[in-house]
C-alpha cells in the first residue's frame, strides 16, 4: 500500500485536492462540520503524500512521473511529467502545509460566513494549483496552474465581497495576474516555438540562449517577479494580502512563493550554464548574462526590502502592515538569491557550471528563508486574523491593552514579531545570519542594507505590539475573549515550528534546504533524471 | 540513535562563522541566573497598592487611563517626519491605480529588455 501510494505520490498529491474540491460543495449540502473535517482530511492526507514523496526524495534523489505511461520515458516527450528534485520537494512542504493550517484556523474564524462551501472548493482549487506549480517540469502545465491559482485567489480575496475594499482587490490581483500569466504564456509559446518541447528538462538540454531564449527569459522573469511582489511590481500584494480573510492571506504567500520558485528554476535549471558560458554586450562592455541578471535581481531586492519596510513603518492597518513587512521579506530571498546567481562560473574545460561556496552560502539562506518567511507572516496574519476575530478592528489607531483579555494570542504575536524581525534564537535569524554573511562577502553594503532594515522590520512590530496589546484597557474592548481553540490550535503549530526551525537550524538546513540548494547548483542531475535513460 | 542526537546538536556552519542556539540559550540562561542572583540582593520594600505604586506626575493628577495610550499614528513620528520627502514620493508611487502597477511592470521588463536582450 505505501510503496503504492509513493510510486503515484506526485499524481496524488494533486488528485487529491482536486478531487476534493469538486466533492466539498456536496458534502456541504448533508453536513456543515462533515464539510470541515472532510477538508482537513483531504488535506492533511495531501501533507502526508507530500511528506511521503518528499522524504523519498531528500533520500533517494529526484522522482520523475510520467502521466498516463507506466514504461521508459521516450522522445519526443509529449506527456505530461512530474520531475520532482529536493526544490521542487522543499516547496511543496511549504504548500501543502500552510493550506492545512488555514483550514484549521477558518473552522472557527470562518464559520459566521455564508458561501462555505464555495469557500473551502476554492481553497481546494488553490492548494492543486499551487502545488502543481510547484511539481510539474513541464512548462505549459505550469502556466495552467498558475492561472488555476491566480484564479480561486483572486475569487477568495474577495471572499469578503460586503466590503467593497475586498473586491476592488481581487481585481487588481485578477488583472496583476492574468497579464503575468499571458507573458508566462507567450515565453512558453517562444520556447515551443524554437525547440518543439515543452518539457522543461529537454528545454533546458537544448538551450541555445539565442535572441528569441532571451525574450522568453524576460518575459518569465519578469511576470513571475511581478507575482513573486518584487518592488515596483508589489502593490497589488498589500491590497490583495490586506483585503482577503487572514486565513486567506497565508495561503497567498505560498501562491506568492510558488512564482518565487518560478524565477528560480527558470534562472537555474532553464537557462541553467547559458547564463555563464554566453555573453552579453553592453556597449563595449562583455558582460555574462549571470552577472547581469544578479545585478538586476539585487538592486530589485535591496528596493524590495527598504520600500517594504519603510512603508510598513507608516501603516496604521494592522494586515497592509504586514503586507508591506511580507514585501521586504520578498526582498530578503531575492537579495540571496541574486548574490548566489552572481558567483555562478562555469569551468571551460569541464563545461560543469558551479557555484562558489559565498554562492552556496547565500542559496541556502535564501531557500531557508523561504520556508521562515512562510512561516513567520503567516503566523502574524493568523494573529491579525484573531484580531480582528475578537474586535472587529484592524486599525492599529483604534486597538490597545489587548494583552489583558488575549494572552495565548499575544505570546503567539510576540513569537511571531521576533521571528520575522530576526531575532534569536528564532528560525528568521538563522536564515538571515546566513544571507547577511554571504552577502557581506560580495558587497557589505548588502549586508549592511539588510541589517539596517531587518531592525526597522523589529521596530515594525514593536509598534504593533505596543499599539494592540500595551497600554490600558480600552472600555469598547473589555467584553473581548480570547479565540477559540482551533484558531488557537492553527496559529500554536505555526509557532512550534518556528521554535523548532530556531533552535534546531542545522536539522532544518542539513535534511530539507541542502537538497534543495544543491537541486538549484547544476541542473545536469535535473536533466539527466529525464534523459539520461534515451 | 546517537546519529540524530548529533545532528539536532549541531552548529550551524555559515561559512565564515556559526550559530549554536543552544550555546546562545545557555548563556543567555546563566546571565539571567546571574542577574536575578544580584537583585536578590536588593531591598524588599515594595508595598503594594500604597502611594509607591502611583507614576510620578510632578505633583499633577493622573488623567484618564484610556486616554493615555499613544496612537499607532503617534510612534516613530520623528521618523517619518525626518524622512518626509521619501515618504511623500513613496505614498505617490502607491496611488491603487492598477494601470500604474502595470506601467511599473512594463518599466522593469524594459529595463530586463535593455540590460539582457542587449537592445543597444
Not at chain 1, 104 to 116: C, D, P, Q, R, V
Not at chain 2, 51 to 58: D, H, I, R, V, Y
Request: hydrophobic residues 55%.
Amino acid at each position: 500500500m505505501m510503496d503504492y501510494l509513493l510510486t503515484h505520490a506526485p499524481a496524488l498529491i494533486i488528485a487529491v485536492p482536486l478531487l476534493g474540491a469538486f466533492l466539498t460543495p456536496l458534502i456541504s449540502r448533508i453536513n456543515d462540520k462533515l464539510r470541515n473535517i472532510f477538508v482537513i482530511l483531504t488535506l492533511g492526507l495531501t501533507t502526508f503524500l507530500v511528506f511521503l514523496l518528499a522524504n523519498d526524495v531528500f533520500t533517494n534523489g529526484i522522482r520523475t512521473y510520467v502521466f498516463g505511461h507506466a514504461g521508459d520515458i521516450t522522445l519526443p516527450i509529449v506527456r505530461i511529467l512530474f520531475e520532482i528534485d529536493g526544490l521542487n520537494a522543499f516547496m511543496a512542504i511549504i504548500g501543502c502545509l500552510l493550506p492545512l493550517i488555514a483550514v484549521i484556523y477558518s473552522w472557527s474564524f470562518i464559520k459566521e460566513n455564508t458561501g462555505l462551501d464555495k469557500y473551502y472548493t476554492l481553497i481546494l482549487l488553490m492548494t492543486a494549483g499551487m502545488l502543481g506549480m510547484m511539481l510539474t517540469g513541464d512548462m505549459f502545465n505550469f502556466f495552467v496552474f498558475l492561472e488555476i491559482t491566480s484564479i480561486s485567489s483572486a475569487a477568495l480575496v474577495a471572499f469578503w465581497t460586503n466590503k467593497g475594499k475586498a473586491s476592488v482587490a481581487a481585481f487588481k490581483y485578477i488583472v496583476i495576474s492574468a497579464i503575468g500569466a499571458l507573458f508566462v504564456l507567450f515565453a512558453v509559446a517562444i520556447l515551443y516555438g524554437q525547440y518543439n518541447a515543452l518539457n522543461m528538462a529537454v528545454l533546458a538540454n537544448n538551450m541555445s540562449y539565442s535572441f528569441l531564449d532571451k525574450i522568453a527569459l524576460v518575459l518569465l522573469i519578469a511576470a513571475l517577479a511581478m507575482k513573486s511582489g518584487i518592488v515596483p511590481m508589489h502593490m497589488w500584494l498589500p491590497d490583495a494580502y490586506g483585503r482577503a480573510p487572514s486565513s486567506i492571506s497565508i495561503i497567498l504567500i505560498g501562491t506568492t512563493q510558488a512564482s518565487l520558485y518560478g524565477v528560480l528554476r527558470v534562472c537555474f535549471t532553464l537557462y541553467g550554464s547559458n547564463l555563464t558560458t554566453q555573453i552579453n554586450q553592453i556597449g563595449e562592455l562583455l558582460i555574462s548574462p549571470a552577472v547581469l541578471i544578479a545585478i538586476l535581481l539585487i538592486v530589485l531586492a535591496l528596493a524590495t526590502i527598504l520600500v517594504g519596510v519603510l512603508m510598513a513603518l507608516k501603516q496604521t492597518d494592522l494586515k497592509r502592515m504586514i503586507g508591506y513587512a511580507a514585501v521586504a521579506e520578498i526582498g530578503f530571498m531575492v537579495l540571496a538569491i541574486g548574490a548566489a546567481i552572481s558567483t555562478f562560473q562555469t569551468n571551460a574545460q569541464t563545461g560543469i557550471t558551479t557555484m562558489s561556496t559565498t554562492g552556496m552560502v547565500a542559496l541556502k539562506g535564501g531557500i531557508f528563508h523561504i520556508i521562515n518567511d512562510a512561516l513567520d507572516i503567516g503566523l502574524l496574519f493568523l494573529v491579525a486574523g484573531a484580531i480582528y476575530y475578537a474586535t472587529k478592528e484592524t486599525s492599529l489607531n483604534k486597538l490597545g491593552g489587548l494583552a489583558r483579555n488575549m494572552k495565548y494570542t499575544t505570546v503567539l504575536f510576540l513569537i511571531g514579531l521576533f521571528a520575522v524581525s530576526g531575532m534569536p534564537p528564532m528560525n528568521g535569524f538563522a536564515s538571515k545570519l546566513l544571507i547577511y554573511e554571504s552577502t557581506y562577502q560580495i558587497n557589505p553594503i548588502l549586508s549592511i542594507v539588510a541589517i539596517l532594515s531587518s531592525i526597522l522590520l523589529l521596530a515594525v512590530f514593536v509598534k504593533v505590539f505596543h499599539s494592540v496589546f500595551l497600554g490600558p484597557q480600552q472600555s469598547s474592548f473589555k467584553k473581548v475573549k480570547e479565540v477559540p481553540i482551533s484558531m488557537l490550535i492553527a496559529m500554536g503549530a505555526i509557532a512550534c515550528i518556528i521554535i523548532i526551525f530556531g533552535i534546531f537550524p542545522d536539522l532544518i538546513l542539513t535534511n530539507i534546504v541542502n537538497p534543495a540548494a544543491q537541486a538549484l547548483a547544476s541542473n545536469t542531475p535535473y536533466i539527466t533524471s529525464v534523459l539520461g535513460g534515451i | 540513535m546517537m546519529e540524530i542526537i548529533e545532528q539536532i546538536l549541531n552548529t550551524l556552519d555559515t561559512g565564515s562563522g556559526f550559530w549554536n542556539p543552544l550555546v546562545w540559550g545557555t548563556i543567555i540562561l546563566i546571565a539571567f541566573i546571574i542577574g536575578y542572583t544580584i537583585r536578590s540582593f536588593g531591598k524588599i520594600g515594595y508595598k503594594k497598592g500604597t502611594e509607591q505604586t502611583k507614576p510620578f506626575l510632578s505633583g499633577n493628577i493622573e488623567g484618564d487611563k484610556e486616554k493615555s495610550h499613544i496612537k499607532a499614528s503617534n510612534l516613530y513620528w520623528g521618523f517619518t517626519e525626518s524622512l518626509k520627502g521619501v515618504y511623500s514620493s513613496l505614498t505617490k508611487i502607491h496611488n491603487g491605480n492598477i494601470n500604474d502597477y502595470i506601467l511599473w511592470f512594463i518599466v522593469i521588463m524594459g529595463i530586463f529588455f535593455i540590460v539582457l536582450v542587449g537592445v543597444f
